[in-house]
């Protein structure tokens, strides 16, 4: 009888596991299969240059329910998220290192992709004279417009004239291939400033591809011509800061002049790229999306997140996937570090603000252009110096030790400005220190340069013209 149990059993026992194996085996087949679908599976074709993100969401609901939850994320972390921030509110010194630029107006921190298209249209930096080529990586329309009339063309047209057309804001068309999903560059100035270092961006891998999509807008460029306002990358020489110091240098890109000083200064972008590179995430070979869009999945299915953001909002995701810590350590560290990191801009930043004060000072007690030659040109270089770093998002954690030492060489530079205007003042018998104005607030520091402001324009203005007597 025990024989024929324990038969009987064994027999019950191999039917439940084969069962239980068929059920694991359908279920694989099952999820292999789903994931399969929803990768190639177009609801409705995607016809070229559809900037409508919800056309696409159709067939790509996951990464597009995920890509509007950037709709109302206003998370902010200590030094960046993607709610309101206001830079010259929480660093006034900024108004007096742009005066008679448009970011002493105005510069917020950028609230994420769903509000780009929005926010560049309000931004009080905008006026009647601001170009086109201010669209360019604000909105899926843009590939569009490019391909209808040319990219020099767009480029040269004034802002308002694209206004009724720019509808939608960053999007799927911006990275993605309507007919196979493929990532793809769909701006011209990246492939050009790969072409001019000799490099085929035809080439670059599927993983390269996840940083260089965002290479099209997360970088340093300038508008090149006076009409033309094309946009372009200055990265003939590298990307290194000094690289973008030689190139500028050679061309005699100027983008305006300070109000107080009289420099001829540069206005860094947002190099996020090029620092990045230099990072050990990198060398690594870490891409932008595996930290900003860090993969997840739903029943079974593993897509990209596409809800991008700070990857301190999405830790387990994004960290945790190399870094063996806790969330508090990870957190922790990362802040640390870019507190550290503050610090050292806020030293520069005072640096540079008190050299164009006591240059403005020097010009008040009579110095010449040709004595302030030297003066000026190392504040244009310790500020541009200091916005390859200020500019850069992530508060100095994609490359730490390189923008630590860019920083240094910024405040060296600022540091022998101020040596020499305080030389040049001696000169004059002049050796009481420059009376610093009171810029503590955002409002008392544009007020301050106001005037400086003012009488820049009144100088550089056209005179009437004459109206000839009947």
């Not at 931004?123 to 417009?145: F, H, I, Q, Y």
């Not at 391909?147 to 057309?165: T, W």
């Not at 094309?230 to 030689?246: H, I, N, Q, S, V």
């Amino acid at each position: 009888m025990k024989k024929v149990a324990t038969g009987w059993f064994v027999l019950i026992g191999s039917a439940v596991g084969v069962f239980a194996l068929g059920l694991l085996a359908s279920s694989i087949t099952e999820r292999r299969s789903e994931q399969a679908f929803s990768r190639v599976q177009f609801m409705k074709p995607i016809k070229e240059w559809e900037s409508d993100n919800a056309v696409w969401g159709a067939s790509f609901p996951r990464e597009y329910n995920s890509w509007e939850a950037t709709k109302n994320d206003a998370t902010l972390t200590k030094y960046g998220g993607s709610g309101f921030r206001d830079y010259l509110k929480e660093r006034p010194s900024l108004v007096l290192m742009w005066a008679g630029y448009a970011f002493a107006k105005e510069y917020n921190a950028p609230r994420g992709h769903y509000h780009a298209a929005n926010d560049v249209q309000e931004t009080g930096r905008r006026n009647e004279t601001t170009p086109a080529t201010c669209w360019t990586c604000k909105s899926p329309d843009v590939p569009r417009l490019m391909a209808k009339d040319g990219p020099n063309e767009f480029y040269k047209q004034k802002f308002d004239h694209y206004a009724g057309e720019v509808k939608n804001t960053i999007g799927c068309a911006d990275c993605h291939n309507n007919e196979t999903m493929q990532l793809q560059i769909s701006r011209p100035a990246l492939k050009e400033a790969f072409d001019r270092m000799g490099k085929d961006i035809t080439k670059a891998t599927h993983q390269e591809m996840r940083s260089l999509v965002c290479a099209q807008c997360h970088v340093e460029y300038y508008f090149k011509g006076k009409e033309e306002k094309y946009l372009t990358f200055p990265w003939d020489d590298g990307m290194k800061a000094e690289d973008m110091e030689k190139y500028y240098d050679r061309v005699g890109h100027v983008d305006w002049t300070h109000a107080i000083s009289g420099a001829k200064m540069i206005k860094m972008q947002h190099p996020d790229y090029e620092v990045f590179q230099q990072g050990v995430h990198a060398y690594r070979g870490v891409s932008c999306a595996d930290c900003h869009m860090p993969y997840k999945s739903e029943g079974g299915i593993k897509f990209t997140d596409h809800q991008v953001r700070s990857p301190l909002e999405n830790i387990a995701n994004s960290c945790q996937v190399c870094h063996k810590w806790s969330e508090d350590e990870i957190r922790g560290r990362v802040e640390g570090m870019q507190t550290s990191h503050l610090q050292m801009l806020a030293a520069v930043e005072e640096t540079i603000t008190k050299l164009h004060l006591e240059i403005g000072d020097a010009i008040k007690i009579g110095a010449t252009d040709a004595d302030l030659e030297k003066s000026r040109g190392l504040v244009s270089k310790a500020q541009m110096y200091w916005d390859y770093v200020a500019a850069n998002n992530g508060m100095g954690f994609h490359a730490p030790q390189e923008t630590a030492r860019v920083l240094n060489k910024a405040l060296k530079f600022a540091s022998e400005g101020r040596l020499e205007t305080q030389l040049l003042r001696a000169k004059r018998g002049v050796l009481d220190p420059v009376q610093l104005p009171d810029y503590s607030t955002k409002e008392l520091a544009q007020a301050y340069i106001k005037p400086f402001v003012d009488a820049q324009k009144a100088k550089t203005a056209e005179p009437p013209k004459k109206v000839a007597a009947k």
